[in-house]
C-alpha cells in the first residue's frame, strides 16, 4: 500500500483526552438512533397496521402493499445519499446530520396522522408513501453522513471499533422499536394495537427527533473535515464527476453492501413476519425473538469492530460472506422444522453472528475507500443504490416467493447475494491504515483517480 503524507491537525502530535472521543461518538450515534428507529418502526409495526390503509384481503396481500410501501422509501435512498451527500462534503458533516433528523422528523409526523381506508380511502396510503419517499431520503443521506462522522472522530487505531457504533446505533433504533412494542403489546389489546396503538412509536420518533436536531446543531465538526476546509478541493467536493474519478470505489462499495444489506434485513426486519407467517409463531414470541437476538447482536458489533483494528477488515468481512452462504438455508429451514421460540431463537443469532461481520465495520471500511472531499457522496450513491435494488426489497421477494408457494428460493436468494460480496472481499485489498486526514487528493496531484484508488485500496 502507498503511504501518503499526512496534512491537517491529525499530524500535529496533539493527544486529546479520551472523553472528547467519547463524546464525539456518543453525539453521532444518538442521532443516528432516532433515526433508524424511525425508519424500522414501519416494519416492526406493519402486522398491526397493514390492513388500516388498504381495502380488506388476505393478510399476505396487506403484507405485500405495506412491503411496497416500504421499498418505495429505499428507492429513494439514492437520491437523498446524492443531495445530503454532497450536502455533508461541501457544508459539512454536522451541516448533513442536522439536515436528515429534520426530514425523518417531519415524515414519522405524517405517518402518525394518517387515517386509514376506512375513514379516507386510499389518502392515509399516499401519506405513507409520502412519508416513506422522505424518510429515504433522510436515512440516504444519515448512513455515509454518521459513518464519515464516526471514522473521522476515532483515533487511527481505533477506527474500526468507533465505526462500528454505526450500526450499534441502527441495532439501537431497532432495540428500541421493539421493545415499544413489546410494551404496547403488554399494554394494550391486540385490537387497540390494530387500531390505533400503532401509531405511538411514529409520534414517539418525531419528538426524539426534534430532540436530536437540537443536539446535533453542537456537535464538532471533524478534524479530517476542518483540514479540507483550508485546502484547494473547494470546487471539486461532493461533486458527481468526483465519484465518477472513484467509480471503482464506488462499485466495491456497492458489492461489499449487496449480500450485507439482504442478510441484515432477512435477520432483522423481515424477520417477525417470517416467524408468524411461515414459522407459526405467535406475534408476542417473534417479537421476543427478535429483541433478544437484537440485544446479542449489539454486543457482537464492538467486538467485530475491536478485532478488525487488530487483524483487519477483510478478514471480518469473508467471516460474514463465507458463514452466509453456507448456513442461510439451513438456518431459515431450521426454524420450520422447529417451531419453538427458543430453537428460533438459537437460529437467528447463529445468522445474526455472521451478519455482525459484516455490519461491524461496513461503514468503517467504506469511508476509508474515499479521500475526506468525497468521502460521503461516494459512499452514499454506491451505498443506497444497493440497499434500494437489494435490501428494500427483501421482505417482498420473501413475501412474493412465499405467496407462490417458493418461499425456500428465497433462502437460495440470500445466499447468493451473499457470496457475490465474499467475492468481493476476497479480491479487495486492506483499508486499515489509510490516513483520512493526509488521503486527499491534492496528495496525488500528478495521478489518475483510478491509479490513486489502486494505491489506497
Not at 483526552?17 to 438512533?33: C, D, E, L, Q, V
Not at 433504533?173 to 391486540?190: K, T, Y
Not at 446479542?296 to 469492530?305: A, D, K, R, Y
Not at 445468522?351 to 461481520?357: E, H, I, K, S
Request: charged fraction near 15%; proline fraction near 3%.
Amino acid at each position: 500500500m502507498t503511504s501518503a503524507p499526512s496534512t491537517g491537525p491529525a499530524d500535529t502530535g496533539e493527544r486529546k483526552p479520551r472523553s472528547f472521543y467519547i463524546k464525539s461518538i456518543f453525539a453521532g450515534s444518538i442521532g443516528n438512533m432516532i433515526e433508524w428507529f424511525d425508519w424500522f418502526v414501519y416494519t416492526t409495526f406493519a402486522i398491526y397496521f397493514a390492513g388500516q390503509f388498504f381495502p380488506k384481503a388476505d393478510t399476505t396481500a396487506q403484507l405485500l402493499n405495506t412491503a411496497a410501501i416500504f421499498a418505495v422509501g429505499f428507492l429513494a435512498r439514492p437520491v437523498g445519499g446524492w443531495l445530503l451527500g454532497r450536502l455533508s462534503d461541501r457544508k459539512g458533516r454536522k451541516a448533513g446530520l442536522t439536515i436528515t433528523v429534520s426530514l425523518m422528523s417531519f415524515s414519522a409526523l405524517l405517518i402518525a396522522i394518517a387515517p386509514n381506508y376506512e375513514t379516507a380511502g386510499y389518502v392515509g396510503a399516499g401519506m405513507l408513501v409520502i412519508a416513506r419517499i422522505l424518510q429515504g431520503l433522510s436515512v440516504g443521506g444519515e448512513y455515509a453522513t454518521s459513518a464519515a462522522y464516526l471514522t473521522e472522530v476515532s483515533k487511527k487505531d481505533w477506527r474500526g471499533l468507533g465505526g462500528s457504533f454505526q450500526y450499534i446505533s441502527v441495532t439501537l433504533g431497532q432495540i428500541a422499536g421493539v421493545l415499544l412494542l413489546i410494551i404496547l403489546q403488554f399494554l394494550l389489546s391486540e385490537q387497540q394495537l390494530t387500531s390505533w396503538g400503532w401509531r405511538i412509536p411514529f409520534v414517539v420518533g418525531t419528538v426524539a427527533a426534534v430532540a436530536v436536531f437540537y443536539l446535533r446543531r453542537g456537535m464538532h465538526e471533524t478534524e479530517a473535515y476542518s483540514a479540507l476546509e483550508h485546502s484547494s478541493k473547494g470546487a471539486q467536493r461532493g461533486t458527481l464527476a468526483e465519484v465518477w474519478r472513484h467509480r471503482k470505489a464506488a462499485f466495491l462499495v456497492l458489492t461489499l453492501t449487496l449480500g450485507g444489506s439482504v442478510a441484515y434485513y432477512t435477520y432483522t426486519t423481515y424477520l417477525t413476519s417470517y416467524l408468524v407467517n411461515s414459522v407459526g409463531l405467535s406475534k408476542e414470541d417473534a417479537a421476543r425473538v427478535n429483541f433478544i437476538a437484537l440485544v446479542v447482536f449489539l454486543f457482537l458489533l464492538p467486538l467485530g469492530g475491536y478485532i478488525s483494528d487488530k487483524i483487519g477488515r477483510r478478514p471480518v468481512l469473508i467471516f460474514f460472506g463465507l458463514g452466509t452462504t453456507v448456513f442461510t438455508y439451513p438456518i431459515l429451514q431450521g426454524m420450520q422444522h422447529s417451531p419453538t421460540w427458543l430453537w428460533c431463537l438459537i437460529y437467528t443469532l447463529i445468522g445474526l453472528t455472521f451478519v455482525a461481520g459484516y455490519s461491524s465495520v461496513n461503514a468503517v471500511v467504506k469511508a476509508e475507500l474515499f479521500p475526506t472531499e468525497v468521502r460521503t457522496v461516494g459512499v452514499a450513491i454506491p451505498y443506497n443504490i444497493a440497499q434500494a435494488v437489494f435490501g428494500g426489497t427483501a421482505s417482498y421477494i420473501a413475501l412474493a416467493l412465499r405467496d407462490a408457494g417458493h418461499e425456500n428460493y428465497f433462502f437460495v436468494y440470500v445466499s447468493v447475494c451473499a457470496a457475490i460480496s465474499l467475492l468481493t472481499y476476497l479480491f479487495m485489498r486492506e483499508t486499515r491504515d489509510v490516513d483520512l486526514v493526509g488521503k486527499t487528493e491534492t496528495t496525488y496531484p500528478n495521478r489518475a483517480g483510478a491509479d490513486n484508488l489502486d494505491a489506497r485500496i
